[in-house]
């Protein structure tokens, strides 16, 4: 089947046409602020100084979209195109200007950010689950609204399960999404941070750090089986094997099955074969 990406979609939200309401105008940029909404945090410096000079050689191509707030404009679409013409210098940008309520504002620019793919991972998850919090939207209401698979929402909100550290991570890019995906499946957060630290300073690729959790819960996993083991020991073998290893001075394991069994003790050179054969037998040799 296949989706209808985005629902509605921008169009329908901002409807094309050269009405009053649709025309582009040149609008002073110091009468234009941000959306406190925005999804959007962090902007790439290097891509922001690289389309800075990209407006100053061709201009803003493509206009940006605002809506009328007490007297001066917010960017609802078009942020990063707004921050490079300050940084290039420009007093005036192309901008069409929308009168809209603050509900349909916060879904073009959730929208708008999430088509073009602009969010690192957690703001995507955060634009997702604000999707569904604020418009009341399931899972699979999102995955329809914005054309992608359902187990990707679901696999993109887990990200904001993990600890503060790693989110931060992540947001910067020093981590990625695939790095965080194995990080959920180890439950100690000292754990993952200590992961997570090596994973960034030895550059491990997302297959490594698989390895790495896959050795560690394997290692966790023989030592459980080890300590039930223990745990389902009689006692009184136990304090057999006790007595024993205090007695000769060295290692003793007691055998027992169906009423039968045997001593095991260990010695690690001939000397300690003699002394062993002199205390059971109370003989000298």
């Not at 490079?84 to 509900?103: E, F, M, N, S, W």
């Not at 491990?204 to 750090?209: A, C, E, G, N, P």
């Not at 083991?229 to 009689?234: G, H, M, P």
Request: glycine share 8%.
């Amino acid at each position: 089947m296949t989706r209808k990406a985005l629902g509605r979609g921008l169009k329908a939200l901002i409807p094309e046409g050269d009405s009053a309401q649709g025309s582009v105008r040149s609008i002073p940029l110091e009468q234009v602020d941000r959306n406190t909404e925005q999804p959007r945090r962090y902007f790439d410096e290097e891509q922001l100084n690289e389309l800075k000079e990209s407006i100053e050689t061709h201009g803003v191509l493509e206009p940006i979209i605002v809506r009328p707030v007490e007297g001066r404009y917010e960017v609802v679409v078009g942020e990063r195109r707004w921050r490079a013409a300050q940084l290039a210098g420009l007093t005036t940008i192309p901008a069409l200007v929308r009168p809209l309520a603050d509900r349909d504002a916060m879904e073009i620019a959730l929208v708008e950010n999430l088509q073009r793919e602009d969010l690192n991972p957690v703001e995507e998850a955060e634009a997702y689950k604000r999707l569904m919090t604020e418009f009341g939207m399931t899972q699979e209401e999102v995955a329809d609204r914005v054309g992608k698979k359902r187990s990707t929402i679901a696999n993109r909100l887990r990200l904001l399960d993990l600890d503060d550290e790693l989110v931060v991570e992540i947001e910067t890019g020093r981590l990625s999404a695939g790095h965080a995906k194995v990080l959920l499946g180890v439950t100690s957060k000292a754990r993952r941070l200590q992961l997570a630290k090596r994973s960034i300073e030895e550059g491990w690729s997302v297959r490594t750090l698989e390895e790495a959790v896959q050795i560690i819960q394997e290692g966790e996993q023989q030592e459980r089986k080890r300590r039930t083991k223990r745990l389902s020991r009689d006692p009184l073998l136990e304090d057999v094997e006790e007595r024993l290893k205090h007695s000769l001075g060295t290692k003793v394991r007691v055998v027992h099955k169906g009423g039968r069994g045997k001593i095991e003790i260990e010695y690690y050179n001939e000397e300690d074969r003699e002394r062993l054969f002199e205390l059971l037998t109370g003989a000298d040799r």
